[in-house]
């Protein structure tokens, strides 16, 4: 297993960051959690719970965590969320989308696994409140529905520091996402929405530093305009490419392969592992089904 610890802002926050080192898997997939103060923000992967349960511990010998947000259902974020609530009895809150899904024991295909390591358990989670603040009050945190890559995912927004914590809301790069026959349903246009309200709920914040899982720390909200430029760009040239070649061929697939292959050269290395839970044409598809 890799884990790494970083430490933001004179070490007000820390980020504890996990990966499997399995050697099927292309490249490691990070996933973060983050401390500051007391407050714990996801719980990790199943698979990291011994290495998230030893730092805690470490971590508590100085200092109580005393709530924990799990950010969205997926096993990466959620899958520590048992063991913290059987080992230190800290009171989870999550989206009230995701508290009954969080109830059940959830099982993912075997690709996930070699990732992330066995199914979920189920725990009981109450709904988060609009503002969650940190025991000494230095820290406010708002919280901001952001759905698109899942249904109940929620961003934090520290005004006063200017931080975001957006867990999985925004990518660095847009070139795949869930669909197909996957369990997890990503849609292009709702990830857009979000990260357009973000933008405009972050307006007068010129120093915003947002704070990803995995992919690390994005400054300014340029990024976030860009990311906004990036995908409405992508969508622009699906439909415009998607229309010059329903001119020369019938069949759906056929022109969704055109695009790609116009677009993206080729699908990915991990969509075919996936058999296209996690790909390129998903995307590409998900921005064709958004109308202009």
Known sequence: MVVRINRYENEQIIEWKWASDNQLIPSPFFTSCFIIEDILIDTGAPASTDELKSFLEKYQEERMINKCIITHI???HSGGASMIQKNFQIPLFAHSKAIPILKNKH??????KMTWGEERLPVNAEKIPNLVDSSSRKYEFEVLH???HAPGLIALIERSKQ????SDAVQSKYKMIFGANSDIQEDISLIYKSISNL???TAGMNNLKIFS?????FKGREFLKEKLMEIKSLQKQ???LFDEFSEKYEKDEKIYKKVLRELFGRETVIGKLTKEDLSTMNLIKSLKKWEL
């Open 238 to 240: 699906v439909h415009t």
């Open 146 to 148: 952001m759905p698109g």
């Open 74 to 76: 997926h096993e990466d």
């Open 107 to 112: 099982n993912y295909p075997q690709y996930r």
């Open 213 to 217: 899982s995995g992919q690390g720390v």
């Open 163 to 166: 931080w975001v914590f957006t």
């Open 199 to 201: 933008y405009n709920i």
